[in-house]
């Protein structure tokens, strides 16, 4: 059904109110990305398009939460950068374009495997405006379900959840990552009363600007953002609902909370700030004002499990914690700034879900924070294959992995956190969330990589190639000999997945007394497979624990007694001197020696037999790797030495 002349131009109008920004297309793939070969054009064909901004999107649509029927027209305003003769709007070939007004005239349009070609006599360059008049019956695309008709309570009701590939399913849209809209007005027209006679209010993203009830027994909600916002953070939901409306506290003032929730649900509604003012209080002190202060912050419920994080208006199906504090991380961390590509929905997903990790931390008293930790890194380990970062993303199921993508995810930040210091950490992410390039538009990994490295002076790429973009944990076997009050401690490390042959990783060890009434911890740099390290313990150890505080990722296989026929050195690394434990197999003198790079022989010493510690010093050498040689009788042993 054609969209009436007034509903063009009053959408035209509303384009006043949009913000200074420009939008843009983001066009990148990064060099994994590219090696993997897998991108999203396989359910998006609007990533066909060359570069141009997105200034405006007026969405006017007919619906009704007791049919799957819909129909209406879509505006956009874009400014062409470069000349440009076809353009694509993805749509669900099970919806029925009804036809592409221009403000330049085109040639032709076609309408075939979900999308919608349009095509002008000549390139055309700068800005011109389309309307899409459509209608038809939804049908979801495999995922979440993007376009819902269910009931609460015996009662209709209607939402939307777009990511990653369903926006197609019910509008006309530029679904590829890449693209935000300057100002988005969505405009619903829905039956003023559900058949049960029950009033109707339909909600969406931004700010109500115009409510109206009509004649035909219809009612019509305007909403608009003059914040850029991706299509897929675009959502609609129609029920009974009821509204509270209350003021949070935040940094910029006052901020307009909104709630919608069914009216049977009178813990929905009592629960509903519950904890919210803490959630801003951490996210704000931590991370800089909220996004969106200038429209609202709010929550409608619905009937799926878990929630959404609509821009500005999360979808929830309660007010826990856990759901709530991760849904407002996402303001931040993939509304206000998002992945560019679905490979790298961590950036998303990781970020919203250690947020509510460090909302256990500071609120609450702290109580569930080490209960959390521990249960992310439980997840980790449940399985030893897949990357954080996803490869594949023709499968929403993988790119939603909720043991990668979330919980990996949150714990190689909260591990980093532990190897860089909370300042240097902080203070990253502060300037990644800050950057005004990255601020209502798209980033990557790289962009985030950058800000670790600039903060802390150390280069982190490592960290990532083998947290990130490797597969697997490592796993470590632990052996000890205690001389003294010196105790010697070995650690092997292998790993679950042959894409990372070593995970470098600070480690905190806590060893204890046969009645674990006493302790000590030693923390420790593993930089080699094989690496020996001493410490000092004013009593006898019995046992330890690797990673007490559940900050690192890591499965330990086990920590027993030292018995072994060969060498242990330790430290290695080290700086000035290292020792050699050992039971030496003769009664006859050994011989040591170190030799460079180059083969030759720079140290030789004595060990005499009686000896089950052997000292040496290399204090006078310089930096770098050597070879040491171990040698009784027949019985010769090697090792890699590295001096610091």
């Known amino acids: ?204 993203n931004g700010l109500l600007v115009s409510k109206s009830h009509r004649p035909d027994t219809t009612s019509r909600f305007i909403y608009q953002t003059n914040f850029k916002t991706a299509p897929y953070l675009i959502a609609i939901a129609v029920t009974n609902f009821k509204q509270a409306n209350d003021t949070l506290r935040t940094s910029q003032g006052p901020l307009l ?121 439980a997840r980790v380990n449940a399985l030893d294959s897949g990357s954080v970062f996803v490869p594949d993303t023709s499968s929403v199921s993988r790119i939603f992995s909720s043991r ?48 670790f490295n600039q903060a802390s002076g150390k280069n982190w790429n490592g960290y990532f190639d083998d947290w990130l973009y490797g597969q697997g944990v490592p796993l470590y076997s632990v052996q000890f000999q205690q001389r003294g009050s010196k105790v010697i401690s070995r650690f092997v490390q292998s790993t679950t997945h042959s894409s990372v042959s070593l995970f470098e990783q600070k480690l905190k060890i806590r060893w204890y007394n046969e009645s674990k009434t006493d302790s000590v911890d030693q923390v420790i740099e593993i930089q080699q497979n094989d690496q020996s390290f001493e410490f000092m313990a004013p009593f006898v150890v019995a046992s330890a624990v690797i990673d007490p505080d559940f900050q690192s990722i890591q499965r330990t296989l086990k920590v027993e007694p030292f018995y072994s026929d060969v060498p242990v050195v330790y430290p290695n690394p080290m700086r000035d001197q290292f020792e050699i434990a050992w039971a030496p197999p003769t009664a006859t003198e050994g011989q040591v020696r170190v030799y460079n790079v180059l083969g030759q022989v720079v140290l030789q010493q004595t060990w005499p037999s009686a000896k089950a510690i052997h000292e040496v010093n290399m204090r006078t050498f310089e930096s770098g790797n050597y070879f040491l040689e171990v040698v009784f009788g027949n019985f010769r042993w090697t090792r890699t030495l590295v001096k610091y």
């Open 257 to 377: 909370n909104e709630t919608f929730y069914y009216p049977e649900d009178t813990l929905f509604y009592q629960r509903r700030l519950e904890n919210l003012q803490g959630f801003f209080d951490v996210f704000e002190n931590l991370f800089g004002p909220y996004p969106f202060h200038a429209e609202k912050h709010g929550h409608t419920q619905w009937g799926r499990g878990g929630g959404m994080e609509h821009q500005t208006n999360s979808f929830v199906v309660d007010m826990g914690f856990g759901l709530i504090s991760h849904e407002l991380a996402h303001q931040w961390f993939g509304d206000l700034v998002t992945c560019a590509s679905w490979s790298d929905i961590w950036l998303n997903e990781g970020f919203a879900s250690y947020l509510t990790g460090l909302c256990y931390e500071r609120l609450l008293n702290g109580y569930w924070y080490p209960i959390w930790k521990k249960g992310e890194l």
């Open 1 to 204: 059904m054609n969209l009436r002349l007034s509903h063009f131009v009053l959408l035209c109008f509303l384009t006043v109110c949009c913000l200074p920004m420009r939008g843009q297309h983001y066009d990148y793939i990064s060099k994994k990305e590219y090696d993997c070969k897998k991108v999203e054009q396989f359910s998006t064909t609007s990533s066909q398009n060359t570069s141009f901004q997105l200034k405006f999107t007026g969405l006017s649509i007919q619906v009704n939460p007791e049919s799957r029927n819909i129909s209406g027209s879509v505006v956009y305003r874009l400014n062409l950068l470069v000349p440009t003769s076809k353009i694509w709007v993805d749509l669900n070939d099970t919806l029925t374009c009804d036809g592409v007004i221009s403000s330049i005239p085109i040639r032709a349009y076609r309408a075939s495997q979900h999308q919608i070609e349009i095509e002008w006599p000549a390139p055309v360059q700068g800005n011109i405006q389309l309307q899409i008049d459509y209608h038809g019956t939804v049908v979801n695309t495999p995922g979440f379900g993007s376009y819902v008709t269910a009931f609460h309570d015996s009662v209709p009701i209607l939402w939307t959840l777009s990511q990653p590939y369903g926006a197609r399913d019910w509008w006309p849209s530029f679904q590829t990552l890449g693209y935000k809209s300057d100002t988005t007005v969505i405009d619903i027209t829905c039956p003023t009363m559900n058949s049960r006679g029950d009033s109707q209010t339909a909600v969406s």
């Open 404 to 451: 990668l993508t979330y919980s990996k995810g949150a714990m190689i930040l909260h591990q980093l956190r532990w190897e860089m210091g909370d300042t240097a950490f902080f203070l990253a992410l502060k300037n990644y969330i800050n950057d005004p390039q990255l601020r209502f538009s798209f980033t990557k990994t790289d962009d985030l990589i950058g800000y």
